[in-house]
């Protein structure tokens, strides 16, 4: 049978994939202890309610990367330390991060997020990889559309020039 036949959780990680889920790992990491500062630093309901999911999200992205690594004899990055509540009224107003930047920032992080994982899919020659990070790009996608709902609703989007006013054809 060929190295790369069968069941693909015995087929072994090529340096792309093993980098790719590291760094994925690496930077999940990241992001939630950022998610769980801007919890701390979030007034607005319905933005909390998102950056909960997040911290979800990110809590089983960074177990089943952690998981394939440690299958593979690969030892992840230690986590962060989770970060312990605050309260809002008691971080200084100029040290504090408003809701439309904590919304734009987790925007972008979601952006990174889908484009990381398009990049792991596109390099991944085992299926289990390339079908847990489609997983993980599908769920990304379906938060920054209500990422991207939410800044609509609540007029917290910079939008890039609008084309208003069309030229005329020939």
């Known amino acids: ?10 087929e072994p ?4 994939e093993i980098f790719g889920v590291w760094q994925f790992s690496t930077k999940s990491k990241a992001a939630l202890s950022g998610y769980q500062a801007f919890m701390n630093h979030a007034g607005d309901k319905d933005l909390k309610k998102i950056i909960e999911d997040l911290i979800d999200q990110a809590g089983r992205e960074i177990k089943e990367a952690d998981e394939i690594l440690l299958a593979n004899g690969i030892p992840p990055v230690p986590a962060l330390p ?3 509540p605050a309260d809002l009224e008691e971080i200084p107003a100029g040290a504090r991060f408003t809701d439309p930047e904590i919304a734009a920032s987790i925007a972008a992080s979601i952006s990174m997020g889908i484009i990381e994982c398009s990049q792991i899919i596109a390099i991944s020659i085992r299926e289990d990889v390339g079908a847990l990070f489609l997983k993980n790009h599908g769920l990304k996608a379906a938060l920054g559309a ?3 709902r939410l800044l609509k609703e609540k007029g917290w989007l910079i939008p890039p020039p609008l084309l208003i006013q069309r030229p005329e054809g020939d």
């Not at 049978?1 to 015995?10: H, Y």
């Not at 990680?13 to 792309?16: C, Q, R, S, V």
Request: aromatic content about 4%; charged content about 25%; hydrophobic content about 35%.
């Open 146 to 148: 209500r990422v991207l």
């Open 1 to 10: 049978m060929a190295i790369l036949g069968g069941n693909p959780k015995d």
């Open 82 to 84: 989770e970060r312990p």
């Open 13 to 16: 990680l090529h340096y792309g």
